[in-house]
């Protein structure tokens, strides 16, 4: 295995075992696979914001918030230039008008307080979440 995987599962702690079985979930499929170490390898340097579940909250937001995230991600990766392009402006632009206008109003509709807490990817992204963006990515990549 990449030592850079390695290290970033020997001091993920109690998460070592939601970061392993993405790993497993990609044993057969290189591509994922490869994308999948090269996330994880990096979660070390990557901090960011997590929802902290509250049981008023609708698991509706998490999952759009994931594909919104996912669609975006996507879109920039693909653009040629510096984000600070007027043609990439337009992409995330159209990705985030295409977003709003496929999802309605499922988002407004929810009545959610979210609480956040910052943390290391490594110690709290979760084996389902991971998969799901990894999966979301391909998934646009690969339509024609």
Known sequence: MDKRVDTVLSISGANRTELETVLKHYKHEPQKL????FLIANMRYHRS???????????????????????????????????YTEKARKMINEVRVGFR??????????????L????????WVKARRLISHIDHIFEFITVP
Do not use: M, W
Not at 34 to 37: D, E, P, W
Not at 62 to 81: H, I, K, N, W
């Open 101 to 114: 206008k496929k999802q309605g109003e499922k988002v407004a509709e929810q009545p959610v307080r979210i």
């Open 34 to 37: 490869k994308a999948a170490k």
């Open 49 to 83: 914001y997590y929802s902290i579940r509250n049981p008023r909250q609708h698991p509706l937001l998490d999952s759009l918030t994931g594909v919104a995230d996912s669609l975006l991600f996507c879109s920039v990766s693909l653009a040629d230039d510096s984000l």
């Open 116 to 123: 956040r807490k910052d943390g290391y990817d490594l110690h």
